[in-house]
């Protein structure tokens, strides 16, 4: 009965997060731009940057399609089918192994993600700080330390603050998108996980804050890049200028981004 239970429970948990984020992308076929451009961005990018395509082809009469999903696996697509026009992952180390392998040409810093952790409205467990993650009996949620930015970088947090062995010992899931996490978050089935700060949804949930000289390792400079392989290269280019730009930025920072550069994370 238990691994039923079990069963439903997870299925459910899916079911909810392809509502909540409106299906991220898993593409299991190549993906392909019939027309406009083709942008791998990661999933936690996802309201900004549907914004941002809307101006752009409004401005400039370019389309833009886009497929979401964690940086790794993004990395991943662009690795085995070797097409699109611009890479924007949630971590500049995943541009810089894209640079290495020769992917990306020509990148722009944009924003920070922030990481911050996020608890069901009411905070029932108690979380107070990043050491309470460690406590028994608390649910945990993680990002998969293999796959999205922020599963790598919460595996960095946890690791400096010598809490990566404890806190792993109540993770009940990991999960391959930041967009998953804020599903179990919101539909109270784990106490606490971590999240980008810039993600926080106050109507589903709640947020506390990391010391900062405990979150070193938790501050993302988010990058995007062409891709050398692009079959229109200038359009590519025209792009992502725009997303950098003035009127792109002020974008993100409706969202609740951090522009940048930011002197109080340099």
């Known amino acids: 009965m238990k ?6 429970i997870l299925i459910f948990i899916l079911t909810c997060s392809c509502l909540f984020i409106g299906c991220t992308s898993q593409q ?3 993906p392909i731009a019939s027309e406009g451009l083709l942008v791998y961005c990661g999933a936690g990018m996802r309201e900004p940057m549907d914004e941002i395509a809307q ?4 401005k400039e009469g370019i389309p833009v399609r886009y497929t979401y999903g964690g940086s790794a696996q993004l990395l991943s697509q662009i690795e085995l089918y070797q097409n699109g026009d611009a890479y924007m992952p949630g971590a500049l180390s995943y541009i810089e192994t894209a640079m290495e392998k020769g992917y990306v040409d020509k990148t722009e810093d944009l924003v920070y993600h922030v990481m911050a952790i996020a608890v069901p409205k009411g905070n029932p467990a108690g979380i107070q ?4 993650l460690a406590k028994e009996g608390v649910k945990v949620v993680l ?17 400096d603050n010598k809490l990566w062995d404890a806190v792993s010992e109540n993770v009940i899931a990991y999960s ?9 978050i919101s539909m109270n089935q784990a106490d606490a996980t971590l999240i980008w700060e810039d993600l926080y949804n106050p109507e589903s949930m709640d947020i506390v804050s990391i ?7 938790g501050i993302m400079v988010v990058p995007i890049g062409t891709l050398t392989f692009s079959e229109r290269p200038e359009d590519a280019e025209k792009f992502i200028s725009f997303v950098a ?12 981004f951090t522009i940048y550069p930011d002197p109080k994370y340099e």
């Open 3 to 8: 691994r039923y239970c079990g069963i439903a």
């Open 28 to 30: 299991t076929e190549e």
């Open 55 to 58: 101006i752009f082809e409004d």
């Open 129 to 132: 700080t990043i050491n309470d």
């Open 143 to 159: 990002g998969d330390p293999e796959g999205p930015a922020i599963g790598k970088s919460s595996k960095k947090v946890l690791e």
């Open 176 to 184: 391959g998108t930041v967009n998953e996490l804020l599903v179990y």
């Open 211 to 217: 010391a900062k000289d405990q979150n070193k390792k």
């Open 245 to 256: 730009s003035d009127e792109g930025k002020s974008v993100f920072a409706k969202h609740g």
